[in-house]
Structure formats: structure tokens, C-alpha cells
């Protein structure tokens, strides 16, 4: 199974579902030079949200602390600790922010 996103030309392999971690993100760089961090829950679900931390500027996201919150996952930015809701791309601790979520599926490999 590969794990692929939705962009503007249409669906990107990622990578193999099987090369990611629960609790653990990577980061994928994108056909428009943007990039987007990849995660996958335990029940094998995946997200993607950008990289892109909205109050630092930084790539750092995909490195982030995954936990969840009344039942939502989200992603704890390594450096000042907003929290993102992987589902919306919501920060959770301010409300007024959000990043870009990619519409994410699993897809057999031939």
C-alpha cells in the first residue's frame, strides 16, 4: 500500500505506508516546492498537513508530538508547541490559525 496526496496535478505517492511510524511524521516535498508533513495514526489512518509551523515559519511540523484530544488527533510543533488538528488543520490554541490539509488515501501497489 502507498500513501498519497492530493495536489494540484492530481494524486503524489508519498511513500509506502508500511515506511511510516504511528506517533511519528515525515516530510514530503511537493511538485510547487512546498512540502507537507505525513503522519499515520495506530489504526493505520493517514494525514497530511504542511510542514510549514504558521507562528515560527519553519519546516518543522512533520517532527512534531502526535496525540489527540477528545477523541481528534493532532501535531504539537516542536518549537513553540501549538497544536494542529491533523483532520482540519486547525490550531487548537488559537483558533484564528490553521494550516493546509491535503486530502490523503491509501492505494495498492501493483
Keep these: 500500500m502507498t500513501v498519497e496526496l492530493r495536489v494540484k496535478e492530481g494524486w ?6 508500511s515506511s511510516l511510524t504511528p506517533g511519528r511524521g515525515v516530510a514530503a516535498l511537493l511538485p510547487d516546492g512546498s512540502q507537507a ?3 499515520v495514526d495506530r489504526a493505520g489512518r493517514p494525514y497530511a498537513i504542511a510542514n510549514q509551523d504558521p ?4 519546516h518543522v511540523l512533520s517532527r512534531g508530538l502526535v496525540g489527540t484530544l477528545s477523541g481528534r488527533p493532532f501535531v504539537a510543533s516542536p518549537l ?4 494542529f488538528d491533523l483532520e482540519s488543520g486547525r490550531c487548537l490554541d488559537h483558533e ?7 486530502p490523503v488515501r ?3 501497489t501493483s
Excluded at 12 to 17: I, N, R, S
Excluded at 55 to 58: E, I, L, Q, R
Excluded at 80 to 83: E, I
Design 106 to 108: 491509501t492505494a495498492a
Design 12 to 17: 503524489l505517492t508519498v511513500c509506502e505506508l
Design 80 to 83: 513553540l508547541k501549538q497544536r
Design 37 to 39: 508533513a505525513v503522519f
Design 55 to 58: 507562528f515560527t515559519g519553519a
Design 96 to 102: 484564528e490559525v490553521a494550516v493546509r490539509t491535503y
